[in-house]
């Protein structure tokens, strides 16, 4: 089976480190993702230390997990390196996905917790993590090995195809 029906998001994670080596594959990973007019208008902030991880957690009413996860990727967008304007959330997204499947390839959890478009966690991050404002917290990533195993499911929905016409 792939591991595009494989890869679920994990929120339980063991009480073990995650090698640089294997963040720098995920973000190898997520750098490879295609992006409007090759511009990769993205940047990766690797958050490990206890007392940020906290601060992110108050940050992120959704992000709690991150107090189990060893690490956490925040993808981030830079407009100012779009050749192809308003693609950079495409992008960034794009990133996100190949993050989240390079990391279960390695067998490890993850998961994809939204900051923007929500100013307050945009701001958020900003200031926590000293971000140019011009450069836009969009995604969070916590992740670890999983502690947790959640089965497959089959998400495939026919009646949602239409073919040349709605």
Known sequence: MSIVYKRRSIRKYQKK????ELVKEVIRAAMH????CNQQPWH????RDAETRKKVAEIHP???MILE???????????????????WVQDCSAAVEN????AAELGLGAVWCGVYPR??????????????EHVIPFALVPMGYPAEQPTPEDR???????????
Request: glycine share 4%; aromatic share 10%; hydrophobic share 45%.
């Open 17 to 20: 480190d995650v090698p640089d």
């Open 69 to 87: 996860a060893p690490v956490a990727i925040l993808v981030c967008g830079d407009p100012s390196l779009e050749k192809c304007k308003g693609f």
């Open 44 to 47: 990766f902030v690797v958050i």
């Open 156 to 166: 495939f929905k026919p009646e949602r195809i239409h073919y040349e016409k709605w």
């Open 33 to 36: 993702a295609p992006s409007a």
């Open 119 to 132: 100013e307050d966690r945009v701001k958020s991050f900003q200031k926590l993590l000293g971000i140019p």
């Open 62 to 64: 959704h992000a709690k």
């Open 99 to 102: 993050l989240l499947l390079r």
